[in-house]
């Protein structure tokens, strides 16, 4: 650890307060001791104050620690188990069985675009780290599912009724069921961890509905009709653009940059708040007085998507620039509204709402990669990523469960239906941003210097 000590009349108080632990409470007297700090024995500008989180960049060995608990609670309760439908037995001929299916139950569903989150972040776990436990976590998943996937689409063109767990991998109705699991499988194929054959039919599928089936306004931006009709949810960003990017890597067909390009700059012309430099979470078409609310994990959504395109797309793309600039205005946004715990509030403007893990460790991730990867300067970011991932890491407890995390939520029209949502261990969205979040602020700390000194934190300047 690197530490930026000036003022060197107390440096040594300084270092002492630092390395120690020593904690200094607001009536400036140390823990036993019966004379108070003065201005006159003491230098007051170098005490350390009782922060709600850890106050110190994290170490290689503490985030690696937080990941290895998540890691090992989600090992076992996600089991890779296919039943007959209705019994305990387990189907080990998967090809040969034509029954109705269904999964082991765990505490987390193996389909659903929380868990293509978690899976494309336990790739990147294991690659930052070089633990090749978290890279089998979602290599033997997607491989499980491409299986079942591969079997069963041919069994339901006979069979209409088959009860399957991976109907909406094979018949997929919203973005939600397509996005993000078909863009954690094409960066496993591309980084040679599966196999294409087992995911092709798969991958095409799903890019397929995103590209070419979905609901679009005229102007080509993916929405929905619901809860009213031409209506766009800020989440929708993630769950097309992604997939849209790794297609365009996988494939080197131009059409799929350019349409993912196209989805974050028409968002963004309709969703982003100048003023405020973040995103409403909806949008109605034809409503003169939109709904006006700022939710945490729909700006995680829209951040992340941002960065999982620039991290693909060539340079040389007409839309780099653009987008990396909306990028940089987004983090802009963010960096006003960050909480002195570390974490984001419910509703970014809505200081009484409650804080919130999943979006935090979103943004987390987000700007540590945008650091890492050059598209924001690390002297004016890096502090408030160091701080994020504390608190995130603060909220990941002994059992590898992540709490304090927002469950599903709609587009809604007024401010209560934000501020009451429930939070809960097994709010499946918490899961994978913690662990990207975790992965790239290490990758960080392995490229950059990051320290402290009596200005805070510091991130300053690559090793």
Known sequence: MHYLLSHSPWRAILILFIVTGITVGCTGQKSGEEEPLTDSNSPLHALWPDYPVQYRPATEEQITETLT????????NTPMVLLEAGTENEVTDIPGYSGDTEFEAGDFRLVSYEWG?????MQLAGEVT???????????????????????????????????PVESLIHPRALDDAGAMSAAMIKSVTAGYNQEEDLDWLINNLVGYIHNDQFRFPDGTLARNRPQDNTLWLDDMFMSVPALAQMGAHTGDKKYFDDAVKQVLQFSK?????????????????????????????????????????????????????????LHKHILG????????????????????????????????SIARAINRGWVDEKSFGPMVLLAWNSVSNQVNEKGQVEGTCVGTGMAFDPAFYYHRPISV???????????????????????NVGINDSGLQVYGRK
Request: aromatic share 14%; charged share 25%; no cysteine.
């Open 270 to 326: 309709r969703m982003f708040d100048e003023e405020k430099g973040i995103y409403f979470h909806g949008w109605v078409d034809g409503m003169e007085d939109k709904p006006r609310f700022h939710w945490g994990r729909a700006n995680g959504w829209a951040l992340m998507a941002k960065v999982e395109l620039l991290s693909v797309l060539p340079e040389d793309h007409p839309g780099f620039e653009a987008v990396r600039e909306q």
């Open 130 to 164: 070089g633990d090749e436990k978290f890279t089998k976590y979602s290599t033997e998943r997607l491989k499980f599912l491409g299986d079942v996937v591969n079997s069963h689409h041919v069994k339901l063109e006979n069979n209409s009724e088959l009860k399957t």
């Open 426 to 448: 097994y709010a499946a969205h918490g899961y994978g941003p913690v662990i990207l979040a975790g992965a790239e602020v290490l990758d960080m700390t392995k490229h950059f």
């Open 69 to 76: 608990r998540v890691y090992d609670y989600l090992n076992a």
């Open 117 to 121: 989150v978690t899976y494309a972040g």
């Open 334 to 365: 963010l960096a006003k509204y960050q909480s002195g715990e570390g974490r984001w509030h419910q509703l970014l403007d809505k200081n009484d709402s409650y804080l919130e893990t999943s979006a935090t460790a979103i943004y987390t991730y």
